[in-house]
Nanobody, 115 residues
């Protein structure tokens, strides 16, 4: 069974940084792509960033230039480095992984950016 465990969320002031981690229970090479999504109350989950098996990266326009997605295959972990955080970045951040048509989600980690 595939498990994704997020960590690294917390409370930070605007302009600060956080690094989120998504640890997978299987090799991340098994996934077609791994991504980060975020959700605020009353809203759908929105794409933040993705990284494919081949290393291609995709970002939401709202985070380009501020967030960086990366992976460490040795420890089967995908990271989201978030810099210059804004209050509108507040939300629950979820790790998502696609494998052979199946979609897997982590439990989420809360990020709160104070103004």
């Amino acid at each position: 069974q595939v498990q994704l465990v997020e960590s690294g969320g917390g409370l930070v002031q605007a302009g600060g940084s956080l690094r989120l981690s998504c640890a997978a229970s299987i090799s991340i090479f098994s996934f077609d792509a791994v991504g980060w999504y975020r959700q605020t109350p009353g809203n759908k989950r929105e794409l933040v960033a993705t990284i494919s098996r081949g290393g291609s990266r995709n970002y939401a326009d709202s985070v380009k230039g501020r967030f960086t997605i990366s992976s460490n295959n040795a420890v089967d972990t995908v990271y989201l480095q978030m810099n210059s955080l804004k209050p509108e970045d507040t939300g629950v951040y979820y790790c998502n992984a696609n494998r052979r048509g199946n979609v897997h989600w982590g439990q989420g980690t809360q990020v709160t950016v104070s103004s």
